[in-house]
């Protein structure tokens, strides 16, 4: 069964959230980022979600991440947490 390892930085806005992607386009520290502005839990490991399968995710998240480049940072995301920048890290 496929499984892959992702980090992200969820945000209230769309706003928020492409005002970090160009950050990160820019050469952003991913993890510093996720540490200081994001709004989930997993902010305090910089965006780190570990390892998960299809499913475990919501949709819109597993589809980025089960279907998009890998090391790419995609997004903004909509889900219902909030917009999501999302960095697969591997699949397998």
Do not use: W
């Amino acid at each position: 069964m496929a499984k892959a390892a992702a980090v992200h930085i969820l945000v209230k806005t769309k706003e928020q959230a492409e005002q970090l992607k160009k950050q990160l386009d820019a050469g952003a520290n991913f993890h510093e980022l996720a540490k200081k502005y994001s709004i989930c839990p997993s902010a305090k490991r910089g965006g780190d979600l570990g390892e998960f399968r299809p499913g475990q995710m919501v949709k819109a998240f597993d589809n980025v991440v089960f279907k998009k480049p890998i090391l790419t940072v995609h997004g903004p995301v909509k889900t219902q947490f909030g917009y999501h920048l999302i960095k697969t890290l591997y699949r397998s």
